[in-house]
């Protein structure tokens, strides 16, 4: 027998008493079942895939009470022909200009129109100041770089209100993979870069190569499947190791904003994390690394203290890096 | 079926392709083989396994050229009857009066005498510092708190001679679990902290409740056992949850200089480090977490890039919390 290969034995993992009796409870849910993606030409599976997801995933939010516009007020914009929320808090302090541009999740497939606007005010309300969510376009109509081209013209737009650092970009999975697609690319065409990135269990190598993608699978109850469909579907025939594809294998020594990454320890992205914490530091930038214990992809859920501290981490981290700085006192 | 019961099915994890051709190397060697542990009250039984452990890591250390003095100056001292290695880079610039105190890995039963004189000397090789490597004393004969013990007897004979913003503690392991327990026993006896601590895959929580305990158990090459039987040796009869034995159950809010943690994506002890971290940054401590893709415990046996990439983030983290102060200049 090959020693190289790790024969790892079957196994029957109990809910971790490690976490709060919240995490527990999401634990304890055992597995999200998850429906084989579709054929990649099979164009009208995909978009039933997508719209029974979506209407899943928003019933989700909606039941465990996170879709609820409280406190925030809520626009319909069009930037440049691209569809945005723009969030802003009731209470916001009048010289805090800053804003946090939310780029969504949902393995690039799904996560688009209603669920985009209630994702749009749940970060919102994590990072406590104003928000723009890109609802930007996915395949199978607008496979890469739709969505990265979408981003970059709402990062544009921004850039002719804001000064680069009254601005901070991050987005969960799929949406850690576009902030830090978008940053390569607005780099790259000499725009000026954000005061900082917040890669929250990003994808980032979708070649799915990173260890956790094997080590982790079976162990994480919400990505279950190893199957690449969904990556294939956004490359649209791209080369997967394209940096606007795979960002971990972009220079990022020639120029990256300071950068919070988070995962949890069963998270199947924890490799893509840890990997672009290592690289970013390799390039002598400012990057911090979050683990949560047990935590699965996209951690507890949004709604478990393990979450909320996170959460005050990703507030700290904007208020280090992308301070309150009032136009008039300049 | 309990849904809450995790079904992992067998699997079969290859090497990966995300570290070094010599990170590599050394994950494709498999797993390491460990005997069973002899039962509790089985003294000659731990002897024997305690002195063959030993012997076979310091042909592993000597056989990868790691134990090799060169550059630096070894004394064997006794402080106030403890044995102590002092190890002085010969290359150290004579202002420098930082000292770094080393606490020995081991499972609290093997790595001293000869093998803490060779890991003394590595650890002294990668912080780049005078170094003092405690040979504290050790189970079957001493349990705890003999360990806990002298490593204070060994800090305060430090304090003698140094600003605490002089000392920095840290160990690997066993060792980490050694330098946590010291810093909690110091402060709780209301001597002075160190500037700074740093705990490599440490072991926090004796009881081993960490979910990587279970879910990394069969991945990690090296910790490749659940058996509890070295720390119950290490405990002789003490409550496993006695924050001197499992610091991850001190209150770190009563102060806790910053501090390093890191672990690997494999390691058996990836909970403990993270928890530890989530700790200390909820109790307001300076604290930072690196994991290592893919890296088993005790990371990739010191001899990969990735292992001089941490030693290069020891090495900022002590410059950054423990810089160079000449006394001459006060």
Chains 1, 2 share one sequence.
């Not at 978009?47 to 899943?56: F, G, L, W």
Request: with cysteine; charged share 20%; net charge negative.
């Amino acid at each position: 027998m090959d020693r190289a290969l790790l024969q790892v034995p079957e196994r029957t993992i109990p809910v971790p008493t490690t976490v709060s009796p919240e995490a527990q409870a999401v634990l304890a849910m055992g597995v999200t079942p998850a429906p084989p993606y579709p054929a990649l030409d099979d164009a009208q599976g995909w978009r039933k895939m997508i719209s029974s997801t979506d209407a899943m995933v928003l019933a989700m939010f909606s039941q465990a009470g996170l879709t609820s516009p409280d406190g925030c007020k809520i626009e319909d914009l069009t930037v440049h022909g691209v569809p945005v929320f723009a969030v802003t808090p009731i209470d916001l302090a009048p010289d805090d200009e800053r804003i946090y541009l939310d780029i969504h999740g949902g393995a690039f497939i799904v996560g688009g129109g209603e669920v985009c606007r209630a994702i749009a005010t749940m970060a919102a309300r994590k990072v406590g100041m104003r928000l723009w969510s890109v609802d930007y376009r996915m395949p199978p109509e607008h496979p890469y770089p739709a969505a990265v081209d979408d981003c970059l013209v709402v990062y544009r737009a921004l850039l002719e209100e804001h000064r680069p650092e009254e601005i901070v970009i991050g987005g969960t999975s799929a949406g850690g993979n576009l902030t830090a697609a978008l940053i390569l690319r607005a780099r790259d065409e000499g725009f000026p870069l954000p005061a900082g990135a917040v890669l929250l269990t990003p994808a980032l190598d979708l070649t799915q190569s990173g260890d956790s993608f094997r080590t982790n699978l079976g162990v994480d109850t919400v990505i279950t499947t190893s199957d690449p469909g969904a990556f294939l579907l956004y490359a649209g025939g791209h080369d997967l190791k394209d940096p606007y594809l795979s960002p971990l294998f972009g220079d990022l020594s020639k120029g990256f904003p300071p950068t919070l990454l988070a995962s949890g320890t069963r998270d199947v992205l924890l490799s893509d994390t840890v990997r672009m914490h290592r690289a970013l530091r390799a390039a002598g930038v400012a990057a911090e690394l979050h683990v949560l214990e047990a935590a699965p992809h996209g951690f507890f859920r949004g709604r478990t203290p393990e979450d909320r501290e996170l959460d005050r981490e990703v507030r700290r981290f904007i208020d280090e890096y992308c301070p309150v700085r009032p136009r008039s006192l300049e």
